[in-house]
């Protein structure tokens, strides 16, 4: 085992003793875990800082920030349970790759797609990062809190990625903002050269962006004729998801 992932085997083997308990003294989890009372207090105090244990009288239990994390990782599963067959019949009728992207810190993560199933595709797969600024993810940010997206702008450096990505911080807050009157995105060539795609945001029950729709394709296929239907279709399938999470959107 290397020596730099010690700390973190120790701190899970401190966060494990609360699988079976709901409440320990420092003493029982130096008698559980046979940590040092040095390493072990230390560990403890750490992890009570970061707000993943938290003390009272009677002793320590685990933080609220696992109910944090625990309503995120059930929210992604109910989205691409839910979305994945509405995903489905999207494709099969665009005949387009489909994916559903969740936002990942500062960046955007694939959790779902249903493939196109033309013989020229492009390169996506579940669990593949992009930047929130470029691409199909920029939908996500577009719906963050002004706060938040303004944090977001101030902080990160636009670096081109292909042939269309938007590397000027005043026309990409122009993009946002027509992202947000509209209520979609269309992106040519940002992560990938020669392609294009069609965006929505799927809401949850507080009216929150929990993720975002697209098809995406080879922009030979995308032609302006066709981007009036693609449009509709995605927030439409973006829609009928955000409705099943609780949203109030018509």
Known sequence: MQSQNK???KSMQILNLFMNHSKLTFNEMMELSGLPKTSLHRMIGSLEEMGFLTRDDDGYSLGLIFLQFGQLV?????????????MKELRDDVEEAVNLIVRDANEAMYIEKVDTLHPVRLYTSIGRRSPLYAGDSRIILAYLSEEECEAYLENIELKPIAIGTITDKKILRHALEDARMKGYTITSSELEDYTKSVSAPILNGKNQIVAGISVAGIDARFQEDRLPELIEKVTNAARRISLKLGSQTS
Do not use: Q
């Open 74 to 86: 059930g929210e992604r599963l109910d989205i691409r349970k839910i979305a994945y067959p509405i």
């Open 7 to 9: 700390t973190v085997v």
